[in-house]
């Protein structure tokens, strides 16, 4: 049983609708997408990725991910490998090659569990972690066998550390990037420590082949380290604005339609392959053309982002709310049989009538001065198909089912919830308009 949340009441004032689209709009210019029910410091912000578009995005870039890294590790296998080939007696060309050869090992694991129908969350921590981990066990070996040199003075494992750094930029979570290089700087002032541990005197140094130790390149590369994952960082939250701005609109903060279809395919797939449930539900306000007309667009755009921020408030995290059209919109609702998502439907109904319009102000008279005045209170039509109750084989039937029982809400006398196409009394209405 779904449980019952308490419905949002917005107010709507004529007198708002000079307001500027930065005033109203969901979406702002950095592609944050405004709550106004919860506030939050800077360091939290920083560490919460509240937005699923995100969300959703970086776990799909983790299948991509999972390729180039296995690739990566491929070829930086190369390296030890013509080394052990040119010289098989040095122990720190097996050490290289064995930890290459474990890096394609565990890349290969993180390309099968991305392969998965529900990736977890934790496999951009656990992967980048895990790849700086390796570069650190490779230089702390080279200590064990007693070759501190190469530890602080490697010209290609060291290096890898940026890679590592840089690959998190692409998963559209800066927290992943400060872990990945805030491990990277602790780990290798680690490994220094340890190499100075084994440091009798400078002069122990003087044969080595690697160089000797000079305390003003560690802390430089230290320093390219931090550098390296600050501008990783603005990278990454400039990736976050543009991939936000680019499929929310931005006056309502639901999606568009190109990606919430893309979405829809994606979960459908997955929903035939786990026999799952899936319902589909298209929403749309009645007489809102009567709002545009009377009051002007503004205030029908005010109209919108209530609407929208209303229907936000009520859907669950694995929801996806797009903007259909002008003043219809979509839900996908997985995992929710028919039942269900009348129930929750009809909560975002409620929730779309207690939206209400103050005439606090003189309205701009429409092009009709005898045009029927427009009601305070704002309706909704909805119509719902789920799969497999439907028994539809497309992502477009399904949509295609919804949007014909959204047609028949409006005929049946609009403010009410559609589930059955065949029923004339809708099992869940409520009072028509």
Known sequence: MTPVQPTPQSVIRVSQRLTPLAGIAAVGPDGGVHDDDRRRSGWRSFWSVDDPVLRDA?????????????????????IPLNAVLKDASRQEN??????????????FGFLLLTRADVVPRWVGFAASMLDVTWVSIGLALYTVIGRPDIAVNSRVVFEVYFLCIAITCVRYDRRVTLVTGALAMLQYGLIIWIATRDLVSPTDWAGAGNGHFDPADQLARLILLGMATAISLLIVKRIQQLRVLSVRDRLTGLVIRGYFDERLGEEFRRCQRTDSPLSVAMLDLDYFKSFNDRFGHAVGDLVLAAVSRAVRQLVRVEDVVGRYGGEELIVMLPGLDKARAAERMEQIRRAVSRVRLEH???????????????????????????????????????????????????ASGRDRVVADQVDESPSVSGRAS
Do not use: H, N, Y
């Not at 097996?94 to 890349?107: C, D, N, P, R």
């Not at 009601?375 to 198909?385: C, E, N, Q």
């Open 94 to 107: 097996w050490i290289g090659l064995a930890i290459a050869a474990a890096s394609v090992l565990t890349g």
């Open 360 to 410: 606090d102000t003189t309205p701009v008279p429409g092009p009709d001065e005898k045009a029927a005045p427009v009601a305070p209170v704002l309706t909704a039509s909805i119509g719902i198909a789920s799969w497999p109750e439907d028994g539809v084989s497309s992502m477009e039937a399904l949509v295609f089912c919804a949007d014909s029982r959204l047609l028949k809400a409006k």
């Open 58 to 78: 970086g776990l799909r870039a983790e299948q991509e991910i999972a390729k180039v890294r296995l690739l990566l590790a491929g070829l930086l296998c190369l």
